[in-house]
């Protein structure tokens, strides 16, 4: 069955949970491929001294690691959004694009 993948963005801290840049029991070349994601540059790179805030989870990960996920409005960020089902939309709060929990 196919799997819904959020591609997020944090700079408060490095994730380190499931589908993280480190996880080689996860990614796979095809999935890499799938998602546009240059895992291996980006080690490389986290290697030199790059902090690097955005990653990609899965659906089943953000639902079970996250009491509430707010996703706020950036321009920038719209060409990489990716729906989740599940996930809501926040009408009361005009920075909110949407809420999980």
């Known amino acids: 069955a196919p799997r819904n993948f959020a591609r997020l963005k944090c700079d408060l801290l ?3 949970g499931p589908f993280c840049d ?3 029991e996860r990614w796979t070349k095809d999935l890499d491929e799938e998602l546009g994601w240059k895992r291996r540059q980006r080690l490389r790179k986290v ?3 790059a902090v690097l805030p ?3 989870t899965d659906e089943a990960t953000l639902r079970t690691a996250f009491a509430e996920l707010l996703v706020w409005r950036s321009p920038l960020d719209f060409a990489h959004s990716h729906a989740v089902s599940g996930i809501t939309h926040v009408p009361d ?3 909110a694009l949407l809420s999980v929990g």
């Open 22 to 24: 480190a996880d080689e």
């Open 93 to 95: 709060h005009s920075q």
């Open 54 to 56: 955005d990653f990609w």
């Open 14 to 16: 490095s994730w380190s």
């Open 47 to 49: 290697a030199g001294g």
